[in-house]
């Protein structure tokens, strides 16, 4: 190559880099930057919520009764069943009564004698009274006749308040209802002999029941007469409200709780006797932030949510933040801890977003 051809040559490849440069810098100014996601977002709002814990619980009858026989013997009659509504005094039962009606018999016989052996003495002092007073008899004979009338009072009174105490007893072979209610379960039968410790079955009158709650006693010191309660049906929805009535000073030593007891009227008979039920005791209300349910996730124990954070940009970008998290109120959890009221939560495409993803709220 002569020298004459080399500053052509050399101003023929600067312009070729030149061209290359230029290029280069316009494909790059060219390219767009990485576009933010859109994200639909809700205002983190504090309400009042409740502070609360729910119990299984139990309800019980105020007015029921457990009817157990006060004589023993056998049943020979059950003029009653299970799920029937009975009116006071109706015969419920009847346990076999001939040995004590032989009893009551034997009884008014002997109070029969007693009362005619009492008129015939009753006679003989006033026939010794009149002879007394003729001369005829001594003072020691009106005496005796005094003595004798005075015994078989005695006598006649004592068999008076046995046949009235026989007859209260054969009162008892007939089983009644103690007040008007709906009969119980019947377990005995026919020809069952039955004692006084037996149960025959039970009479619960309809209206005010009791929910039995028994509350850990790591919060007893927050008990308090008259806090709420509240009766919840298996799908959470509230069905009665009420207040505590009664807190139990005595612990129960096999279970560590503490009984609490509220009163709830029945209203249409949709609750039973001895039913399990859920309670839950309103501690308190304090004001939190709620985030909606779909807005969070868990990851190994751990509750998580999205919120889009504005950048030094002018931007936004999505932050996960853990949460500790209280219970539900409707859709929305209230937030213990986490999110502040005010903060932007992102409740859609939370599958796709990562730490730092650059987003664009969307109410």
């Given at each position: 190559?002569?020298?004459?051809?080399?500053?052509?040559?050399?101003?023929?490849?600067?312009?070729?880099?030149?061209?290359?440069?230029?290029?280069?810098?316009?494909?790059?100014a060219?390219a767009?930057?990485?576009?933010?996601?859109?994200?639909k977002?809700?205002?983190?709002r504090?309400?009042?919520?409740s502070?609360?814990?729910?119990y299984?619980?139990?309800?019980?009858?105020?007015?029921?009764?457990?009817?157990?026989?006060r004589v023993?013997g056998?049943?020979?009659?059950?003029?009653?069943?299970?799920?029937?509504?009975?009116?006071?005094?109706?015969?419920?039962?009847q346990?076999?009564?001939?040995k004590?009606q032989?009893?009551?018999?034997?009884?008014?016989?002997?109070?029969?004698a007693?009362?005619?052996?009492l008129?015939?003495?009753?006679?003989?002092?006033?026939?010794?009274s009149?002879?007394?007073?003729?001369?005829?008899?001594s003072k020691?004979?009106?005496d005796?006749?005094?003595?004798?009338?005075?015994?078989?009072?005695?006598?006649?009174?004592?068999?008076?308040?046995?046949?009235?105490e026989?007859?209260v007893?054969?009162?008892?072979?007939?089983?009644?209802?103690?007040?008007?209610?709906?009969?119980?379960?019947?377990?005995?039968?026919v020809?069952?002999?039955?004692t006084?410790?037996?149960?025959?079955?039970?009479v619960?009158?309809?209206g005010?029941?009791?929910?039995?709650?028994?509350?850990?006693?790591?919060?007893?010191?927050?008990?308090?007469?008259?806090m709420?309660?509240?009766?919840?049906?298996?799908?959470g929805?509230?069905?009665?409200?009420?207040?505590?009535?009664?807190?139990?000073p005595?612990?129960?030593?096999?279970?560590?709780t503490?009984?609490?007891?509220?009163?709830?009227?029945?209203?249409k008979?949709k609750?039973?006797?001895?039913?399990?039920?859920?309670?839950r005791?309103?501690?308190?209300?304090?004001?939190?932030?709620?985030?909606p349910?779909?807005?969070?996730?868990?990851?190994?124990?751990?509750?998580?949510?999205?919120?889009?954070?504005?950048n030094?940009?002018?931007?936004?970008?999505?932050?996960?933040?853990?949460?500790?998290?209280?219970?539900m109120?409707?859709?929305?959890?209230?937030?213990?801890?986490?999110?502040k009221?005010?903060?932007?939560?992102i409740?859609?495409?939370?599958?796709?977003?990562?730490?730092?993803?650059?987003?664009?709220?969307?109410?």
């Amino acid at each position: 190559m002569s020298n004459s051809n080399r500053p052509r040559i050399l101003l023929i490849v600067l312009l070729c880099a030149g061209v290359l440069t230029g290029c280069g810098k316009r494909a790059g100014a060219d390219a767009p930057p990485p576009g933010a996601m859109p994200v639909k977002v809700e205002v983190a709002r504090a309400i009042p919520v409740s502070d609360t814990s729910d119990y299984v619980a139990t309800l019980k009858s105020r007015n029921s009764a457990v009817i157990m026989p006060r004589v023993e013997g056998e049943i020979v009659q059950i003029a009653v069943h299970s799920g029937e509504a009975v009116s006071s005094g109706k015969l419920m039962m009847q346990i076999d009564p001939l040995k004590q009606q032989a009893t009551v018999r034997s009884q008014e016989d002997t109070r029969a004698a007693a009362q005619a052996n009492l008129k015939w003495t009753q006679q003989q002092y006033e026939r010794s009274s009149g002879l007394y007073q003729a001369g005829a008899v001594s003072k020691q004979d009106l005496d005796q006749a005094r003595t004798a009338l005075e015994t078989a009072k005695s006598q006649a009174q004592a068999l008076d308040a046995s046949v009235r105490e026989q007859q209260v007893q054969l009162h008892y072979y007939s089983v009644i209802a103690p007040w008007s209610g709906i009969v119980g379960d019947i377990p005995v039968h026919v020809g069952d002999r039955v004692t006084t410790t037996t149960m025959l079955t039970t009479v619960d009158k309809p209206g005010t029941l009791e929910v039995y709650v028994y509350v850990p006693i790591e919060r007893s010191s927050q008990l308090k007469m008259n806090m709420p309660v509240q009766v919840l049906d298996g799908s959470g929805n509230v069905i009665a409200d009420s207040r505590v009535s009664f807190i139990s000073p005595q612990v129960d030593n096999t279970t560590q709780t503490i009984l609490v007891k509220a009163s709830i009227a029945n209203n249409k008979d949709k609750l039973r006797q001895s039913q399990f039920i859920r309670a839950r005791v309103i501690w308190g209300t304090h004001t939190s932030p709620v985030v909606p349910v779909l807005a969070v996730s868990r990851v190994g124990g751990q509750y998580f949510a999205f919120v889009a954070e504005a950048n030094d940009k002018g931007g936004y970008v999505a932050r996960q933040k853990p949460l500790k998290v209280g219970q539900m109120v409707d859709n929305d959890y209230a937030v213990l801890d986490g999110v502040k009221p005010g903060e932007k939560v992102i409740v859609s495409g939370t599958q796709f977003l990562v730490d730092g993803t650059p987003v664009t709220p969307q109410s």
